[in-house]
Nanobody, 122 residues
């Protein structure tokens, strides 16, 4: 059974930082593209960042480029999202995702985590 478990969300002031983690189990982690999505209230879930198995390819939404960094540790089956210079508009539930290809991981991933809330106060 595949499980993606996010942690690290919380409440932070604008300009602050958070690091999200996603621990994966039940899948060959190093074979999967991993990604992060977010969904704000009343809005569509959107892809934020993605990374290939070795970290040589990454994707970022324009809204987070230069502020967010995705990384992974294959030895720990964990993917991270370092979020700096946070803005109130970054407030959302953040979801970890896994897929076998770079298109799916940004659109319709095979697996989802349960989500972690990030709230940025102004």
């Amino acid at each position: 059974q595949v499980q993606l478990v996010e942690s690290g969300g919380g409440l932070v002031q604008a300009g602050g930082s958070l690091r999200l983690s996603c621990a994966a189990s039940g899948l060959p982690f190093s074979s999967y593209y991993m990604g992060w999505f977010r969904q704000a209230p009343g809005k569509v879930r959107e892809s934020v960042a993605a990374i290939n198995w070795g970290g040589g390819w990454t994707y970022y939404a324009d809204s987070v480029k230069g502020r967010f960094t995705i990384s992974r540790d294959n030895a720990k089956n964990t993917v991270y999202l370092q979020m700096n210079s946070l803005k109130p508009e970054d407030t959302a539930v953040y979801y970890c995702a896994a897929d076998l290809n770079y298109v799916g991981v940004k659109s319709r991933p095979d697996y989802w985590g349960q989500g972690t809330q990030v709230t940025v106060s102004s």
